[in-house]
């Protein structure tokens, strides 16, 4: 099995500020790697995939990078609306999920 | 518009089964992979199952792998979740999630509203 560590576990930043969320995995996953934003009493949503990839409809503001074992999602300008968990989840075998990281909004 | 409508939840006792369905619509659900996810409540997303799109290969996590059984029937429309021997630790919103495919991976691009299971005496 495949174990994703995502850090930090929480993460508190003002509106404006650049937010960096850090998966990292136990083996090379290439690029098979997708992030989801949970927000509170919602079902997750399906932000990037392959890595690198917008899903429709997700703002610029969100972008993935990495390769391998080591992958960040960055937003760019928080919105008060960005308050969510993330997860990362890898596809490179049979899919597991980080165990998220909180982004809380000051 | 695409559409996972997850029914069947509820308490139920230890050692009981249950069974989740989960209606598609809005997308050729034929065609396409489908899932289990569950979360516990306050933690994590957990993989569950996968089901292929013609129903011929399953996988489970480690977890649940003797106990669940995912299935599909491509002429309803629906996916579903046999349960059986529940333990405590299987009390979750479960969800089902449609996958998606890229030219290289495969991703969970929509998902259901997600279905309580309460497993409790």
């Known amino acids: 099995e495949i174990v994703l560590t995502q850090s930090p576990a929480t993460l508190s930043l003002s509106p404006g500020e650049r937010a960096t969320l850090s998966c990292r995995a136990s083996h090379s996953v290439s690029n098979y790697l997708a992030w989801y934003q949970q927000k509170p009493g919602q079902a997750p949503r399906l932000l990037i995939y392959d890595a690198s990839n917008r899903a429709t409809g997700i703002p ?3 972008s993935g990078s990495g390769s391998g074992t080591d992958f960040t999602l960055t937003i760019s300008s928080l919105e008060p609306e960005d308050l969510a968990v993330y997860y990362c989840q890898q596809r490179s075998n049979w899919p597991t999920f980080g165990q998220g990281t909180r982004l809380e909004i000051k | 518009q695409v559409q996972l409508v997850e029914s069947g939840g509820g308490v139920v006792q230890p050692g009981r089964s249950l069974r989740l369905s989960c209606a ?4 050729t659900f034929s065609s396409f992979g489908m899932h289990w996810v ?8 957990e993989w569950v199952a996968v089901i292929s799109y013609d129903g011929s290969n399953e996988h489970y996590a480690d977890s649940v792998k003797g106990r ?4 599909r029937d491509n002429s309803k429309n629906t996916l579903y979740l046999q349960m059986e021997s529940l333990r405590a630790e299987d009390t979750a919103v479960y969800y089902c999630a449609k996958d998606g495919c890229s030219s290289t991976s495969c991703f969970h691009e929509h998902w259901g509203q997600g279905n309580l299971v ?3 005496s």
């Open chain 1, 60 to 62: 610029a503001r969100f």
């Open chain 2, 24 to 27: 598609a619509s809005g997308f």
């Open chain 2, 38 to 45: 569950r979360q516990a409540p306050g933690k994590g997303l």
């Open chain 2, 68 to 71: 669940f059984t995912i299935s």
């Open chain 2, 118 to 120: 309460t497993v409790s």
